[in-house]
């Protein structure tokens, strides 16, 4: 088992999604991962995307007490593409909490 040491420039992203969501379902927050990846097409080997997907989608979204909340995860200097700020405008000016999260505890201090 590979050991990460803790600081914000070296953790997978998917590691950090794990953590995420164990720790909001162990308190109980109904939340889920967002499927991003398209579909291996076999005849032209590559990878087709959804069309319909909405870009700028966050990795995970959930809902606590009684609010909806999305979250974008982040690992080391990875920036926010356009379509993601985008996102995190809408959900900004409609009252609806998002967060940019680099590590578990960016989330543990946003939910309470």
Do not use: H
């Given at each position: 088992?590979?050991?990460?040491?803790?600081?914000?420039f070296?953790i997978?992203?998917?590691?950090?999604?794990?953590?995420?969501?164990?720790?909001?379902?162990?308190?109980?927050?109904y939340?889920?991962?967002?499927?991003?990846?398209?579909?291996?097409?076999?005849?032209?080997?590559?990878?087709?995307?959804?069309?319909?997907?909405?870009?700028?989608?966050?990795?995970?979204?959930?809902?606590?007490?009684?609010?909806?909340?999305?979250?974008?995860?982040?690992?080391?200097?990875?920036?926010?593409?356009?379509?993601?700020?985008?996102?995190?405008?809408?959900?900004?000016?409609?009252?609806?909490?998002?967060?940019?999260?680099?590590?578990?505890?960016?989330?543990?201090?946003?939910?309470?």
């Amino acid at each position: 088992m590979r050991v990460w040491k803790k600081t914000r420039f070296n953790i997978p992203e998917k590691i950090i999604q794990r953590q995420i969501l164990g720790y909001l379902r162990k308190i109980g927050c109904y939340c889920g991962k967002t499927k991003t990846t398209g579909i291996y097409d076999a005849r032209r080997k590559c990878f087709r995307s959804d069309p319909f997907l909405l870009r700028g989608f966050p990795d995970i979204c959930g809902f606590w007490r009684d609010k909806i909340f999305f979250i974008e995860v982040k690992s080391g200097k990875n920036p926010q593409s356009e379509e993601q700020k985008t996102f995190q405008k809408y959900c900004n000016s409609s009252s609806v909490k998002y967060i940019l999260a680099y590590s578990l505890n960016d989330v543990v201090a946003e939910i309470k």
